[in-house]
């Protein structure tokens, strides 16, 4: 019986003795099969292959970043507090090496995950850790491709992490689609840990927001005032997106209003 794994999202599945027959994550609209066909790999193969990068992004929070590329490329996370180490979406690979560098760090005392493209191996990290309670939305569980007791769902627009943190449902990619508020984060200004909504453009001064971002299927305006409005309680000066390179580096709650508005302009909303 084998944790089957997706080449192309990442995504692990509950044990079995065969391949499964597809992968319902990259067969949504939102996400793709990969150009060659369905394919397969597993926790050892990743082992074999690749290995996790960390990087000090400032004080306190460390990137995790695949190297070689796995799934579909995105960063993972470790959000320090002084009520424990929270990880902040997931990504496939996991070995040794990379548990040995996140104990140093301080542990983890749980995992949050921002939507489906993102849950991975996310119980594989969950186990490695001592079985540290996984958070996601209830309205996103039916994507969770490896039940176990330790996923936590929630319920509700927000729910307090240890730490002062805060996970923050704003709907649009998924229905439960989640960011993470980190108010101690950019010298007490405020962080917002946003994984794919909203999503960092290459001109970092602007964010934007998709249905599905691999086919270019754009959010409606009622859902884009829904992830703004979402957002107002909080207050966060920084934004870092899910790879390399995206982080709104200042005045980031303003970079989301005025992006929405801009947005909305274009689509005729």
Same mark, same amino acid.
């Given at each position: 019986? *084998?944790?089957?794994?997706?080449? *192309?999202?990442?995504?692990?599945?509950?044990?079995?003795?065969?391949?499964?027959?597809?992968? @319902?994550?990259?067969?949504?609209?939102?996400?793709? #099969?990969?150009?060659?066909?369905?394919? !397969?790999? *597993?926790?050892?193969?990743?082992?074999?292959?690749?290995?996790?990068?960390?990087?000090?992004?400032?004080?306190?929070?460390?990137?995790?970043?695949?190297?070689?590329?796995?799934?579909?490329?995105? &960063?993972?996370?470790?959000? &320090? *507090?002084?009520?424990?180490?929270?990880?902040?979406?997931?990504?496939? @690979?996991?070995?040794?090496?990379?548990?040995?560098?996140?104990?140093?760090?301080?542990?983890?005392?749980?995992?949050?995950?921002?939507?489906?493209?993102?849950?991975?191996? +996310? #119980?594989? !990290?969950?186990? /490695?850790?001592?079985?540290?309670?996984?958070?996601?939305?209830?309205?996103?569980?039916? !994507?969770?491709?490896?039940?176990?007791?330790?996923?936590?769902?929630?319920?509700?627009?927000?729910?307090?992490?240890?730490?002062?943190?805060?996970? +923050?449902?704003?709907?649009?990619?998924?229905?439960?689609?989640?960011?993470?508020? !980190? @108010?101690?984060?950019? /010298?007490?200004?405020? +962080?917002?840990?946003?994984?794919?909504? @909203?999503? #960092?453009?290459?001109?970092?001064?602007?964010?934007?927001?998709?249905?599905?971002?691999?086919?270019?299927?754009?959010?409606?305006?009622?859902?884009?005032?829904?992830? +703004?409005?979402?957002?107002?309680?909080?207050?966060?000066? &920084?934004?870092?997106?899910?790879?390399?390179?995206?982080?709104?580096?200042?005045?980031?709650?303003?970079?989301?209003?005025?992006?929405?508005?801009?947005?909305?302009?274009?689509?005729g909303g």
């Amino acid at each position: 019986m *084998t944790h089957f794994i997706c080449v *192309t999202c990442g995504t692990q599945y509950a044990a079995t003795g065969r391949e499964p027959e597809g992968c @319902p994550v990259c067969l949504d609209e939102r996400q793709y #099969v990969g150009h060659g066909g369905q394919e !397969w790999t *597993t926790m050892e193969e990743y082992r074999k292959t690749h290995k996790n990068v960390f990087h000090e992004e400032e004080p306190d929070l460390h990137s995790v970043l695949p190297q070689p590329k796995a799934g579909i490329g995105q &960063r993972a996370f470790v959000v &320090r *507090t002084n009520e424990g180490n929270v990880l902040w979406d997931c990504v496939p @690979p996991l070995d040794g090496a990379t548990v040995e560098a996140v104990e140093r760090l301080g542990g983890l005392a749980a995992i949050a995950v921002s939507h489906p493209h993102y849950y991975t191996t +996310v #119980v594989e !990290w969950s186990h /490695a850790f001592g079985k540290v309670p996984v958070h996601i939305h209830e309205n996103d569980a039916k !994507w969770m491709m490896r039940p176990d007791d330790v996923v936590k769902v929630w319920g509700g627009d927000t729910r307090p992490l240890l730490g002062g943190l805060t996970l +923050v449902k704003t709907g649009g990619h998924f229905d439960g689609f989640q960011v993470l508020h !980190w @108010p101690a984060g950019a /010298a007490g200004k405020g +962080v917002l840990l946003s994984g794919d909504q @909203p999503y #960092v453009c290459q001109d970092r001064k602007w964010v934007s927001f998709m249905w599905s971002y691999p086919n270019l299927i754009p959010l409606g305006p009622a859902a884009i005032r829904r992830v +703004v409005k979402s957002l107002e309680p909080f207050a966060f000066d &920084r934004l870092y997106g899910a790879f390399p390179g995206q982080v709104v580096v200042a005045d980031a709650k303003a970079v989301v209003e005025r992006s929405a508005d801009r947005y909305v302009r274009r689509i005729g909303g």
